[in-house]
């Protein structure tokens, strides 16, 4: 019998992170909501059989809509899950999935749910840093880049809702990590912007990252990742990231700086019927 409740203490919320590193780039993004900041964003549950924890899944708040993260080596675990999410009567909800597992098993987490119907909205391709050696070009033409602080949010924030279609998500909790970035010009104006989107203990996801029109073409796209490469680098953990897969541009610059596929995640909205 499987069953799975809410993780109330740290400890149990250890054992799940321990129980998921076999497989840690399949269940990254879910020992990414359990691991600090992210953690108060993510409704944390464990994952109970015959007594003992055996893994864990999330729902993490950080976008419009809740974001269920399902285990995927644990198909068993799925039915349970459903009927946990069922009970919480959300009338939107979406899925974000690898569908490169471990297990390479045809069926997905929502195939027979079918209390919602689902939409495929976008994929996303999953990379990591493979290269040795950082490659940091001049960058003294660019406008300077600064580590953000928390008297950056209401700027942030701002800069944030002008980005048309915005598919990351922004949280003032995402510059606890001390590697947000802020590309701005002698007057104060933002032109630049990157940041973390959450952290393991192996690795740190790169992401929000985006340069204003009139400052793109210059290399400062490329000076912002390198700034966070580096900052990445000095806590002796990965970078990762996640970059839209019709997103042609921004593959390439991350493949020249040292980045390599992995893996392809699927996000899908599901409606309540």
């Known amino acids: 019998m499987i069953s799975t409740t809410p993780a109330m203490t740290n400890e149990e919320r250890a054992k ?16 990414g909501n359990i691991h600090a900041p992210m953690d108060q964003l993510s409704d944390i549950f464990k994952i109970v059989k015959d007594g003992y924890i055996i893994g864990g899944w999330t729902i993490f708040h950080g976008f419009k809509i809740p974001s269920v993260i399902f285990p995927p080596n644990l198909p068993e675990a799925w039915p349970a899950i459903q009927e946990f999410v ?58 300077k880049i600064r580590v953000a602080t928390e008297k950056d949010i209401s700027k942030l924030t701002e800069y944030y809702a002008c980005i048309d279609n915005f598919q990351g998500f922004w949280d003032q909790l995402q510059l606890s ?77 991350y493949e020249s700086l040292g980045f390599e596929y992995y893996n392809t995640y699927s996000f899908y909205d599901g409606i309540k019927n």
């Open 16 to 31: 799940i992170i321990a129980s998921l590193m076999d497989n840690f780039y399949d269940n990254q993004l879910i020992i």
């Open 86 to 143: 069922n009970g919480l009567n959300y009338e939107k909800i979406q899925v974000i999935y690898p569908l490169e597992t471990t297990l390479n098993h045809n069926s997905k987490p929502w195939d027979k749910w079918l209390t919602y119907s689902w939409e495929e909205m976008h994929r996303d391709k999953a990379m990591k840093y493979t290269s040795e050696k950082v490659e940091v070009s001049e960058f003294g033409h660019l406008p």
């Open 177 to 253: 990590s001390d590697i947000y970035v802020i590309a701005e010009t002698n007057d104060g104006e933002i032109v630049g912007v990157g940041g973390t989107h959450f952290e393991t203990p192996a690795t740190i996801q790169l992401g929000n990252v985006h340069v204003i029109g009139s400052h793109r073409g210059l290399g400062l796209g490329r000076a912002i990742m390198t700034s966070l490469i580096l900052g990445v680098i000095a806590t002796e953990r990965m970078p990762t990231l996640f970059v839209n897969e019709n997103d042609k541009v921004a593959k390439k610059l």
